[in-house]
């Protein structure tokens, strides 16, 4: 028989129900029998034994299997002069700047950071070069694919 401690403003009393299913609900609170009508409820309607109540569907022993798709990156193609463009591999914004005009850079080096989805992304050099062009500053919100630095 389920049995429960209820507190209603600040009294507590112990309320014991024999039959859960039964219509109307009989209570016994704190000794004292009571039907009890539930609101909303029609009088046809009661509560479903557990063995009748509804269960989840259970999970298949095996999942198919998580298709994998290929997301093409943006070239960094060779300029004319055999630099290279270092592009956004995603859209973001730039947080930093870590390049400067005329500065020797080597290939890993970190260029810039490009924030995308509340993570800090460090841009790095995919060659080694001197820095051409910065395209961007910080704050600056960039495309897929935007230039960011170009090496020669």
């Given amino acids: 028989m389920p049995t429960f401690d209820v507190t209603v403003q600040g009294k507590t009393y112990h309320v014991e129900i024999p039959d859960p299913g039964a ?8 000794g004292e029998a009571f039907a009890v009508g539930i609101l909303g409820v029609e009088a046809h309607a009661r509560p479903l034994p557990l063995a009748e109540a509804p269960r989840p569907a259970p999970m298949p022993a095996a999942l198919p299997p998580v298709a994998r798709v290929a997301v093409a990156r943006p070239a960094i193609p060779a ?4 630099g290279c463009d270092i592009v956004a591999p995603m859209p973001g914004t730039i947080l930093t700047v870590d390049a400067q005009m005329g500065q020797a850079i080597e290939a890993g ?5 490009l924030e995308a989805m509340k993570m800090k992304n460090p841009i790095r050099a995919t060659h080694s070069g001197t820095v ?3 395209a961007v500053q910080p704050g ?3 495309a897929y694919g935007a230039l960011l630095v170009r090496l020669e």
């Fill in 23 to 30: 219509s109307p609900l009989q209570v016994i609170v704190d």
């Fill in 79 to 82: 300029g004319a002069d055999g």
């Fill in 132 to 134: 051409a062009e910065i």
């Fill in 140 to 142: 600056q919100t960039v």
């Fill in 109 to 113: 080096q970190v260029v810039c950071v």
